[in-house]
């Protein structure tokens, strides 16, 4: 057996393509729902945690601010684990699908929340001045001239953050979520063989490069207009 | 002869910030179609005081009536009377993803309620009156520092203010661009705008100027016509301060 016909067996067998390919399929689409379901609800929880401490109400904001800063610190699998092994020890079972979307949700909710506080706080002080002096509200102030710049500031580190943690979905595999990784290694256990592994990889290839590419092209659409 | 009537009325106003008291008790009351300059040191309160006068900086006591109405009252609409006080900034403070002339529509769409065609009407006659009107489709960081400083302008002129307030329009201006910005006040004043200026532009005061008030450590010094204050200042203080700005 030659070195190259050696290694398409061991990571692209076609009898295993030919015999898994649905169950990666299946397991993509999982990795999908689940990584929309996170970035959708994550970030706009962020999103409104950051609003909600421009009101600056020293006690709202403390909470807010512990809470983020221990979801950024703790690593989301022991968060995964606790949240799935501890909550039925107290009443409450939830199924493992929603555990993980809630666990990532949160996570990417305190990273994002930081994100775009700090896109708000870099917005100059001159920006609130002239909007307010022309007689628009704190709310307008926000939505339309503080709002609109944040977003452009924060485009990069914010999609960076974000496909981080939706990758974070391959967490699903230690509590039994039927996602894409969950799918391979189940596969692997039956055949000892890579080759579903390897599909995987390229399931993720498929589902997170655009996701990349996307980033890329919004970061250059939404930059500011150079002379 | 103008109106005796103030159209902007400061009585008794003091702001601290910490323990820093930066007004000491101001009393300035400024008639309409008069143009009140505002010198001295750094430091001395100008820009606070004219941040007093649109509830940018809250008073800690004292009263600013704008047009009779007491903007510290209770049921004061503080946003549809700051529309009536328009404000212009040393860093000019456009808002960098907007065309020009949607930075003059933004206020007159979301406060004065007007629908789109009818702001870009009056954003377009604003910008004409500072002489940009070609420029309402580019945006802030494709203008000059003048021609910013003149949409600025226009930002606040488009809202139809009973009195406008400058804080040092030209200081962050290149020599050569100043004199656009002050042409923009001079045709204004001639428009009969009510305007109080914080600004060293000495040669433009004693032209502009129907007085001139020199401040210090938060307090007014003295004030006077520009030639009594620029020529023959009672103060020590204020003399000191003006030879320095002849310097």
Known sequence: ?227 | MKAATPILDIIGLRKSFGANEILKGIDLAVRAQETVFIIGPSGSGKSTLLRCCNRLEMPDSGTVRVDGVDLGHATTDINAMRRRIGMVFQSFNLYPHMKAIDNITLALRRVSKKSRTEAERIALAALEQVGLAEKSNAYPAELSGGQQQRVAIARALALEPKVMLFDEPTSALDPELVGSVLAVMSDMRRAGMTMVVVSHEMRFARDAADRVVFMDHGVIVEQGTPSEVFGQARHQRTRAFVSQLER
Request: hydrophobic residues 60%; positive net charge; aromatic residues 8%.
């Open chain 1, 1 to 227: 057996m030659s070195a190259m016909e050696r290694f398409i067996d061991t990571f692209f067998k076609p009898s295993v393509i030919a015999s898994t390919w649905p169950k990666i399929l299946d397991g993509m689409l999982v990795t999908v729902e689940l990584a929309l379901a996170v970035v959708i609800s994550g970030l706009a929880v962020g999103l409104l945690l950051a609003l909600i401490r421009t009101a600056q109400i020293r006690l709202v904001n403390a909470v807010i601010i512990v809470l983020v800063d221990v979801l950024r610190a703790v690593p989301p699998l022991v968060m995964v684990l606790i949240v799935y092994f501890g909550l039925p020890n107290v009443g409450l079972t939830l199924p493992s699908f929603a555990v993980l979307w809630l666990v990532l949700a949160a996570v990417l909710a305190a990273f994002g929340e930081e994100i775009f506080w700090a896109g708000i706080l870099s917005v100059r002080r001159g920006q609130w001045d002239a909007a307010r002096s022309t007689g628009l509200t704190f709310i307008d102030t926000l939505a339309f001239v503080v709002l609109p710049q944040t977003i452009r500031m924060v485009l990069p580190p914010l999609v960076n953050r974000t496909i981080a943690i939706s990758k974070n979905t391959a967490l699903g595999t230690v509590i039994g979520v039927p996602e894409l990784l969950n799918q391979a290694t189940t596969a692997v256990s039956f055949i000892s063989n890579a080759t579903p592994l390897s599909l995987a990889a390229i399931g993720y290839l498929i589902i997170f490069l655009p996701v990349v590419l996307l980033g890329s092209w919004l970061e250059r659409r939404f930059a500011f207009r150079k002379a």
